[in-house]
């Protein structure tokens, strides 16, 4: 008796202690887990997705917008008439909506499995609002990016792409580098359920609203892109070459104007994010020679009295021979002769007399070692030398043996337009929202690199060259210019190659208080390698509409 007893007992506490441990277990442990599948029955949570940004010319036209569609899903247990029936009413509000989803449709029709489809077609609003009510069918909304301009500045707005999880994002330009701005951010309701899955308006729910991306007000001139990219094309056909890019700043602020690349060749295949302007590095050739020159005269290394002694001859440094591009020597040049006649060995003496510490001094200052900071995605940063012997220094003189992008070389050149000072590039002014609030971007320092003094001596030479040289026969009456051509070879596997070059005019207008600084570069031309008589032309035939619209 006291033995069955005692076994009861033990089994009671045994039950007991089980029971309390699943008591224990569904109500501690899995408590959360629990919770969370009661409210995902009695609950749904529904996304708020917010509106991209819109990206603005500096007009406030609008270069890229939203433009919202809708798409259907068909779920056949839910239908009240047959499919046939159904696409041919849907036909009648879409024309050729059946031929659209012809494939689709007959495989959804013919295979008894499959009870969901979804349908790739997109429908306006108001098609939209004829089909809602249909039983069996679900709206879904969809909103594209949608660029009014066509391919108007598409390399400064980007594209909208979808990533690898299905996300919308940006890619190049504006749409990448403000892409969280421009998103904005999503919003989520948490609404109860009944059995169906229909809302329960009476109860509570809760949410949080979707922020909508910010707008971004932009620099960019449409009227000066437009012919940037007109003038640009026509100058790429009228002188055979493969590519060419355009990119015009506003002096003083380091606005960006215009910006624009195109290409030519059906060999050549441009990346779809890829931006020329600020993604490829070149030797600038001649066009560097200025900057040169104004470091040698910041510096006081020479003065504007200088002569070259020696541009009688070739230069000979070691085994390597300095000669000018056809061959000419100009003795006893002075620096407006340097520049006027492109001079190379003229160039070599007077970076010898500036010094490699000093040279590398200078070429920080003007941020030609690293990326200017614009904010458009894909720049790419230069690439430095760490070793300089005398003939690499005396070749830099005139921009071989150094690479930067083109929007490092305007950003340096501009520092002469901008009374020595160094300002970084920018596309975007300011932000707004919906709200009609206003954001303003970090304001960016002006750096001081170069004196007064030196800046107006430069400018002068520069005048003067552009004014008796053979590209004066381009410049139109009443248009002041300060400028300066250049053509580079192109190094291939390490060494220069006459077949390929790169021509290009830099400069701005007027020379005192300047409104726009620019920069042309024409890959390869075929009817002249020369910026003299290819690059220069496009500058002053976009210079003189430039005026215009500004």
């Known amino acids: 008796m006291i033995q069955r007893y005692r076994l009861l007992l033990t089994s009671l506490i045994l039950t007991f202690i089980v029971v309390t441990s699943r008591f224990f277990y569904w109500q501690i442990i899995k408590s959360s887990d629990l919770k969370e599948k009661a409210l995902s029955q009695t609950y749904k949570l529904e996304t708020e997705n917010p509106s991209r940004g819109q990206i ?40 050729n909506f059946i031929a659209e989803n012809q494939k689709i449709i007959d495989n959804f029709k013919e295979n008894s499995k499959q009870l969901w489809v979804d349908l790739p077609t997109f429908f306006s609003n108001s098609e939209k609002d004829q089909i809602q009510d249909i039983p069996g069918i679900t709206i879904h909304q969809n ?72 707008n971004i007000h932009t620099s960019i ?29 506003e002096t003083q602020t380091g606005q960006i ?30 066009i560097f020679k200025p900057i040169i020159m104004t470091m040698a005269l910041d510096q006081k290394s020479i003065n504007t009295d200088y002569i070259c002694d020696d541009c009688s001859h070739p230069r000979t440094i070691g085994e390597y021979t300095i000669s000018n591009w056809d061959n000419s020597t100009h003795p006893n040049s ?119 003094e030196s800046v107006s001596q430069m400018k002068n030479i520069l005048k003067y060259a552009v004014e008796n040289g053979v590209v004066n026969q381009f410049r139109p009456k009443n248009l002041e210019v300060c400028a300066k051509s250049g053509t580079a070879q192109v190094a291939v596997k390490g060494s220069y190659t006459d077949s390929s070059t ?17 920069i042309v570069t024409i890959n390869n031309p075929k009817s002249s390698p020369w910026g003299s008589s290819t690059a220069a032309p496009i500058w002053f035939e976009l210079a003189s509409k430039i005026n215009h619209l500004l």
Not at 403 to 417: E, S, Y
Not at 502 to 518: E, H, R, V
Request: aromatic residues 10%; hydrophobic residues 35%; charged residues 20%.
């Open 502 to 518: 790169i021509a290009s005019y830099i400069g701005f207008s007027p020379c005192n208080n300047p409104k726009f600084t620019m």
């Open 257 to 286: 104007l215009a910006m624009t690349s195109l290409i030519a060749t059906s060999s050549a295949t441009p990346s779809a994010s890829k931006n020329p302007a600020i993604a490829d590095l070149f030797e600038p050739g001649s």
């Open 334 to 452: 002075t620096l407006k002769d340097i520049i006027l006649n492109s001079d190379n060995i003229g160039m070599s003496y007077i970076i010898s007399h500036l010094g490699l510490n000093n040279f590398l001094s200078y070429y920080q200052k003007l941020g030609l070692n690293k990326k200017t900071g614009i904010d458009l995605q894909g720049e790419s940063k230069p690439t430095v030398k760490t070793s300089w012997p005398e003939i690499d220094l005396a070749t830099a003189s005139f921009g071989q043996g150094i690479v930067v992008t083109q929007i490092n070389m305007l950003q340096a050149f501009n520092v002469i337009a901008n009374n020595g000072y160094l300002i970084k590039p920018k596309v975007a002014k300011y932000f707004s929202d919906n709200f009609n609030q206003i954001y303003y971007p970090k304001k960016q320092p002006s750096i001081p690199v170069f004196s007064i």
């Open 221 to 249: 001139n449409r009227g000066i892109q437009y012919q940037a990219e007109k003038i640009l094309s026509e100058g790429i056909n009228k002188y055979q070459a493969d590519s060419g890019s355009i990119t015009v700043m």
């Open 56 to 95: 603005l010319s500096s007009d406030d036209s609008p270069l890229a917008l939203n433009q919202t569609n809708y798409r259907v899903s068909i779920y056949k247990p839910n239908l009240q008439e047959d499919l046939n029936s159904l696409f041919q009413k849907i036909d009648l509000i879409h024309p």
């Open 143 to 214: 909103q594209l990016r949608y660029y009014p301009e066509n391919k108007l500045a598409k390399d400064i707005l980007g594209f909208i792409a979808k990533d690898e999880e299905g996300t919308a994002i940006g890619y190049g330009g504006l749409e990448a580098y403000y892409n969280k701005k421009l998103q904005g951010k999503t919003g989520f309701i948490l609404a109860p359920q009944d059995a169906t899955g229909k809302t329960i308006l009476t109860k509570k729910s809760w949410t949080l609203s979707a922020i909508d991306g910010q």
